[in-house]
């Protein structure tokens, strides 16, 4: 299995970045860690390996990134607004240095985001964000409720950064065209703590007529790597 190891400075953020790319061509994706991960995350909980059929088979390029939660969502010792202007400069990088390396690397005409828990926030709400640019997501046990972080705080940046906020209230065709167009899939379980997050975010797409599938499995554990494992050969 092809494996590449890239860093580079990042002036959206400041400082060296690092990420792992799995494969050499297929379905690109952009995987986020979970809560505090590491670009590593993937492989070190043996996700990438679980794929590894499908990766040397040039079925799916994987593009594992870093994350910057400790300094954004779960940095305690900021005020909130520097934690959303962090997430911003981290959005920024993902959209201007992550996704031109994709390209150059491979020219399929999708790009799908995939997270699991915290890591399937930043694959939503970076894909609804951006559907000029992402064509799908698969979210495993998604965790969206990020206002919990921000104690009461809320601008502009909070709520474009908030799905449960700005897809009730979007009505430009210009995303809904392409919303149409692309693949969304939120997967959770039935005692996943997420769940009813799940569900809540599943009722607004519908609401909005933003096609997607959401999957609620009947399963012990949902919200954990060997579940997300099974999901991952499902869905993508």
Same mark, same amino acid.
């Given at each position: 299995?092809?494996?590449?190891?890239?860093?580079?400075?990042?002036?959206?953020?400041?400082?060296?970045?690092?990420?792992?790319?799995?494969?050499h061509?297929?379905?690109?994706?952009?995987?986020f860690?979970?809560?505090?991960?590491?670009?590593?995350?993937?492989?070190?909980?043996?996700?990438?390996?679980?794929?590894?059929?499908k990766?040397?088979?040039?079925?799916?390029?994987?593009?594992?990134?870093?994350?910057?939660?400790?300094?954004?969502?779960y940095?305690?010792?900021?005020?909130p607004?520097?934690?959303?202007?962090?997430?911003? %400069?981290?959005? &920024?990088? /993902?959209?201007?240095?992550?996704?031109?390396?994709?390209?150059?690397?491979?020219? !399929? +005409?999708?790009?799908?985001?995939?997270?699991?828990?915290?890591?399937g926030?930043?694959?939503v709400n970076?894909?609804?964000?951006?559907?000029?640019?992402?064509?799908?997501?698969?979210?495993?046990s998604?965790?969206?409720?990020?206002?919990?972080?921000?104690?009461?705080?809320?601008?502009?940046?909070?709520?474009?950064?908030?799905?449960?906020?700005?897809?009730?209230?979007?009505?430009?065709?210009?995303?809904?065209?392409?919303?149409?167009?692309?693949?969304?899939?939120?997967?959770?379980?039935?005692?996943?703590?997420?769940?009813?997050?799940? %569900?809540?975010? &599943?009722? /607004?797409?519908?609401?909005?007529?933003?096609?997607?599938?959401?999957?609620?499995? !009947? +399963?012990?554990?949902?919200?954990?790597?060997?579940?997300?494992?099974?999901?991952?050969?499902?869905?993508?």
């Open positions: 299995m092809n494996r590449e190891y890239h860093k580079w400075y990042s002036g959206r953020l400041g400082r060296d970045m690092e990420l792992l790319v799995f494969g061509a297929g379905l690109p994706v952009i995987v860690p979970t809560s505090g991960g590491r670009f590593y995350e993937f492989e070190d909980r043996g996700m990438a390996a679980s794929l590894q059929g990766i040397d088979a040039g079925e799916v390029q994987l593009f594992c990134v870093d994350s910057v939660d400790m300094e954004s969502w940095n305690k010792q900021v005020p607004r520097w934690r959303i202007a962090r997430h911003v %400069q981290y959005d &920024d990088y /993902i959209v201007h240095e992550v996704a031109p390396l994709v390209r150059t690397k491979n020219h !399929d +005409s999708h790009l799908v985001s995939l997270g699991c828990s915290f890591g926030y930043h694959a970076i894909a609804l964000r951006h559907p000029d640019m992402f064509t799908g997501f698969l979210s495993m998604g965790a969206f409720d990020v206002q919990r972080f921000l104690h009461g705080y809320y601008d502009q940046d909070t709520y474009f950064n908030l799905p449960m906020d700005y897809l009730p209230n979007l009505n430009d065709p210009w995303f809904f065209d392409r919303y149409r167009r692309s693949n969304y899939v939120l997967a959770t379980g039935w005692d996943d703590q997420c769940l009813g997050q799940n %569900q809540w975010l &599943d009722q /607004i797409m519908t609401s909005k007529g933003i096609p997607h599938k959401l999957y609620v499995w !009947d +399963s012990f554990n949902a919200h954990d790597w060997p579940t997300w494992m099974r999901m991952l050969d499902i869905y993508l």
